[in-house]
DNA sequence: GACATGACGATTT
DNA sequence: GAAATCGCCATGT
């Protein structure tokens, strides 16, 4: 995590949002993770919100997959933040991850853990 | 510069 | 067992 701090010159108070991003973009196909575990993976002083709101960030970086990141129960919280409200479930299912009713399908089995994949 | 709010989660009552 | 509450930091007004 934040092997490159931007805080340089950046304008933009980066902080652990750029973590997050990081982490995101690490993301594999056909896995996804929640809120809370990229919180737990930087540090008890992230919380869930803090992710979330990272990601709302992210909607300007096109590199950030922010479809494969849902609430703990695997719910697509955010795909309203998306360009279309679909446009979430359609990315996930083309990574052949299954939602019904925004939600997950199996979800314990494509969670990725960072703390545990990236460890 | 202070107040309110936001893609959540865990703990406590 | 369910509902209510706190925590956490950044952003926009």
């Given amino acids: 995590m934040a ?3 931007k805080s340089t010159g950046g304008s933009k108070t980066y902080s652990f ?4 991003f990081e982490v995101a973009k690490l993301i594999p196909k056909g896995r996804v993770t929640s809120y ?8 008890t002083k992230m919380s869930a919100r803090m992710v979330g709101w990272a990601m709302n960030a992210a909607h300007g970086d096109k590199k950030v997959p922010a479809h494969r990141v ?3 129960m695997g719910m697509l919280t ?3 933040h998306f360009k279309t409200p679909t446009a979430m479930q359609k990315s996930l299912e083309k990574e052949k991850i ?11 089995k ?6 545990k994949e990236l460890s």
């Fill in 3 to 5: 092997k490159k701090t």
């Fill in 17 to 20: 949002f750029d973590d997050v």
């Fill in 36 to 43: 809370g575990a990229i919180a737990a993976y930087l540090g």
């Fill in 70 to 72: 849902v609430n703990r």
């Fill in 78 to 80: 955010g795909k309203h």
């Fill in 98 to 108: 299954k939602v019904i009713n925004d939600k997950v399908v199996d979800f314990d």
């Fill in 110 to 115: 494509h969670f990725w853990d960072p703390a």
